[in-house]
């Protein structure tokens, strides 16, 4: 799995150090920037999935920073955050209204800031769930949201564990989740089953939607392909 990257753009040598070695420490491939302009210039090549912003600095202010990558596209759901000094509320709301997901004041204490990141970036894993609430595979549309499935068109009525099941292996096609994985993410770990709830479930399924879609591979678990 590819690093998550971050770009910090600060005119303070000390504080890029800091923030650097704290993110490098919790395995983000990190950049880091001296003023706007770099930072943009970095932010376009790297296109980073989280950017921390001073707001204070030389050629191009943190503000105009966010500004103008808002502008962008491919910017447009970029997490950015700015450093802003302690009781600066002035810079705190210009920060956020020209699209800023956050501050965070300082001084800075490592650990209150990698908590903050971490925050931050669960942002990204719920944007990411919900990319993924419609999923078009081969004739079939799976929809989280509404709890349903159709094929061709035509709805098909899936019990819940069956749907949670389905929704499970369609979000990754391809992956082969082991039986526990199934177990754990479907009906959880505090749940007790009989060995066989998974392939009752799956012969259910395949009777359903067909059986071309869900693979069995013998002695791990089950894929979705199409």
């Known amino acids: ?5 971050i770009l910090i753009v600060d005119d303070e040598p000390d504080i890029l150090e800091i923030l650097r070695y704290n993110l490098e420490k919790e395995d983000y491939e990190v950049y880091t920037a001296t003023d706007g302009e770099e930072g943009v210039g ?3 090549r790297h296109l980073p999935q989280l950017i921390i912003l001073d707001i204070m600095m030389p050629k191009m202010d943190g503000v105009e920073v ?8 491919v910017f447009k759901h970029t997490i950015i955050t700015f450093l802003t000094a302690r009781n600066e509320d002035y810079s ?4 956020l209204d020209v699209g800023g997901d956050d501050y965070i004041t300082k001084p800075i204490r490592p650990r209150v800031f990698l908590s903050r990141i971490k925050a931050l970036l669960r942002r ?3 944007a990411s769930e919900a990319a993924t609430e419609v999923i078009e595979a081969g004739n ?8 349903s499935v159709q094929k ?3 709805e098909i009525e899936l019990a819940k564990k069956e749907f ?7 979000s990754k096609p391809g992956k082969v989740f082991s039986r526990e994985e199934i177990f754990n993410k479907v009906w959880g770990t505090d749940v007790i089953v009989g060995n066989r709830t998974i392939d009752v479930h799956i012969r259910k399924l395949r009777e359903k939607i067909g059986d071309e879609y869900i693979k069995t591979i013998k002695g791990i678990g089950y894929k979705f392909e199409f």
Do not use: F
Request: hydrophobic share 45%; with cysteine.
């Open 164 to 170: 949670e099941l389905l929704h499970l292996l369609v």
């Open 1 to 5: 799995m590819s690093k998550i990257k």
């Open 92 to 95: 705190q709301i210009a920060a």
């Open 42 to 44: 970095l932010a376009e």
């Open 152 to 154: 061709d068109g035509r």
């Open 124 to 126: 990204l894993e719920r």
């Open 66 to 73: 966010c500004r103008t990558l808002r502008a962008k596209e």
């Open 140 to 147: 079939l549309v799976v929809n989280k949201e509404r709890v």
